[in-house]
């Protein structure tokens, strides 16, 4: 179900920039979670912004952070945490802050209009809050969806140490590659879809234009998921294996790239 961007024959770069459209999601805005199942970690304050706090069990490198940057569903989601205890499992201490200001998207509500008060200017100064006030000496970021918008942010500040995004929206393709390819020293990992309406294949074809094949020189990997489509990082039906896979599949990739960049 897995394969590398290197086997893929380049295509012709997309003349115009497209934003990646953010994708209204289907069905649920969450994954079904037995009521026995909780978050590990809590909610903490963190330079005046909610930050849900995951830690590890064994000991950990206490100067570096996974910062976990949800969907537009944010930390009432039971995916967020339960996702960011992952991060914490697999030994780093992580973050998530709720830079969705207390008003995250709830089912039914209407995208467009609530996205009128959740820009980046609405956005951007609660997460650089977190990051100030944890003042670890290495970032490295996780993103889905919305939050993929961020990451590719901290990566062309390079305000982090290494980026990771799951199927990411709102970004503009192939200009925000072009100019991380510019300015940035922080290697970049992409987990897709290949039924993503958002970041869809051309899009994803047009980053490794961009990126791969040794072009981005701090580092670029996408690894492409089949048979799911937007949201498949997140949000699952627990029944079906191919989700089931492809949302693990996504996690263990990001940890990987992480370990491989380790500073
Ligand atoms: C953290 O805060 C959010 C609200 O922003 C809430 O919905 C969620 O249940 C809280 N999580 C925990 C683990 O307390
Ligand atoms: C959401 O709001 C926008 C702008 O007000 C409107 O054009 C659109 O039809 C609405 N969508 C739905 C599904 O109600
Ligand atoms: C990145 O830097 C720009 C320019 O200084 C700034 O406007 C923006 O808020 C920063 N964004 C993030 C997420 O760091
Ligand atoms: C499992 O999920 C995949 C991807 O969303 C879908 O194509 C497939 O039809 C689903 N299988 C079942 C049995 O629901």
Redesign the pocket.
Known sequence: MLFSFASIIALPLVAVATIVPLVEPAGHTHSFVPSTVKPKGRNMTINGVRTYVTLPKKKYDKGTAVLFLTDVFGLPSIDSPLLADKFAEAGFATFAPDYLNGDALVQGANHSEWRVSHT?AHT?PS??AV?NGLKKKGFKTTGYCYGGL?VT??V??N?IIVGSMTHPSSLSVPNDWILAKEVSKVPVHINSAEFDTGFRLPLALATDEVMGNGRYEPGYWRTQFDNVGHGFGVRVDPINATQVAAKQGAFDNTIQFFREHLY
């Open positions: 980046e951007t997460l650089l990051i961020y942010r901290l062309q500040n305000t």
